[in-house]
C-alpha cells in the first residue's frame, strides 16, 4: 500500500492512497493544490480513479473540479452531502482501491455529512472529527455536539489502540496520533457525560 499525508494550502491535510501493485490510487479531501498531489501521483507512477470527501466544507473539497476535469475520476462523498459527489456513501460501506480496502464510518458531529475513513486495519482519516489534541468544532451550520459525541466515544474511541489517526488539519503538536495517545492526551476526550460534553462544546 502507498499512504502520503500531503501538507496543503495552510493547515490542511489531503491524502494518497494507492495500491502499488494495480497503481490504483485515491485522494481523500482534494483541498486547493491540485497541482501537488497530481505531481506525487505522477512520481510514483499512480493513477487517480477516486476523490473521497470525509465532508463537504469548501476547504476539504476546493480541488474536486479539477481533479475531474484532468482525470476520468469518481467523487465519493456521504449519501446526504450538499457537495457535488458522482456516489454516495453511507456507513458501513467499503470502498477498494485496487486490493487496498477503505471502510467508512459515519461520524457526524463536525457537520452532518462527516467521515471518516479507515485504511486497512492500521490508518484512520478522521477529517474534522478528530484532530491532535482537538476535536472538530460544532457551531457551524448542520454541526451537533450531540453527534459528536456518539461519534467520538461510541465509534472512534472503541477500534483499537494501535490504529493511527490521520487529521484533517495540521492543529496538533505532531501531524499524525493514535487512538491510544489521543486517549490519554487529548483534553478533549477525558470522560464525560454527553450533557457535559455539550456544555464542554458550547464554552465561548
Request: aromatic share 10%.
Given at each position: 500500500?502507498?499512504?502520503?499525508?500531503?501538507?496543503?494550502?495552510?493547515?490542511?491535510?489531503?491524502?494518497?492512497?494507492?495500491?502499488?501493485?494495480?497503481?490504483?490510487?485515491?485522494?481523500?479531501?482534494?483541498?486547493?493544490?491540485?497541482?501537488?498531489?497530481?505531481?506525487?501521483?505522477?512520481?510514483?507512477?499512480?493513477?487517480?480513479?477516486?476523490?473521497?470527501?470525509?465532508?463537504?466544507?469548501?476547504?476539504?473539497?476546493?480541488?474536486?473540479?479539477?481533479?475531474?476535469?484532468?482525470?476520468?475520476?469518481?467523487?465519493?462523498?456521504?449519501?446526504?452531502?450538499?457537495?457535488?459527489?458522482?456516489?454516495?456513501?453511507?456507513?458501513?460501506?467499503?470502498?477498494?482501491?485496487?486490493?487496498?480496502?477503505?471502510?467508512?464510518?459515519y461520524t457526524p458531529g463536525h457537520t452532518k455529512d462527516s467521515i471518516s475513513l479507515l485504511i486497512g486495519k492500521k490508518k484512520l482519516i478522521t477529517g474534522?472529527?478528530?484532530?491532535?489534541?482537538?476535536?472538530?468544532?460544532?457551531?457551524?451550520?448542520?454541526?451537533?455536539?450531540?453527534?459528536?459525541?456518539?461519534?467520538?466515544?461510541?465509534?472512534?474511541?472503541?477500534?483499537?489502540?494501535?490504529?493511527?489517526?490521520?487529521?484533517?488539519?495540521?492543529?496538533?503538536?505532531?501531524?499524525?496520533?493514535?487512538?491510544?495517545?489521543e486517549k490519554k492526551s487529548n483534553y478533549t476526550l477525558q470522560p464525560r457525560t454527553l450533557e457535559d460534553f455539550i456544555k464542554f462544546m458550547n464554552e465561548?
Amino acid at each position: 500500500m502507498f499512504f502520503k499525508q500531503v501538507q496543503q494550502h495552510g493547515d490542511n491535510f489531503s491524502y494518497i492512497v494507492a495500491d502499488k501493485n494495480s497503481g490504483e490510487a485515491a485522494i481523500v479531501d482534494s483541498s486547493f493544490n491540485t497541482g501537488k498531489l497530481m505531481q506525487i501521483l505522477k512520481e510514483n507512477n499512480l493513477v487517480l480513479k477516486y476523490v473521497i470527501n470525509t465532508h463537504g466544507h469548501s476547504d476539504h473539497v476546493a480541488g474536486n473540479a479539477e481533479l475531474r476535469s484532468m482525470s476520468n475520476v469518481k467523487i465519493f462523498a456521504y449519501k446526504y452531502s450538499r457537495a457535488r459527489f458522482d456516489i454516495g456513501l453511507d456507513d458501513g460501506d467499503r470502498i477498494h482501491v485496487g486490493k487496498v480496502p477503505i471502510k467508512v464510518i459515519y461520524t457526524p458531529g463536525h457537520t452532518k455529512d462527516s467521515i471518516s475513513l479507515l485504511i486497512g486495519k492500521k490508518k484512520l482519516i478522521t477529517g474534522d472529527t478528530l484532530f491532535v489534541g482537538e476535536c472538530g468544532r460544532t457551531d457551524l451550520p448542520s454541526g451537533s455536539s450531540e453527534d459528536l459525541f456518539n461519534s467520538l466515544f461510541n465509534k472512534i474511541l472503541q477500534l483499537y489502540d494501535n490504529i493511527e489517526v490521520y487529521p484533517g488539519h495540521d492543529y496538533g503538536k505532531k501531524r499524525f496520533s493514535t487512538i491510544g495517545e489521543e486517549k490519554k492526551s487529548n483534553y478533549t476526550l477525558q470522560p464525560r457525560t454527553l450533557e457535559d460534553f455539550i456544555k464542554f462544546m458550547n464554552e465561548p
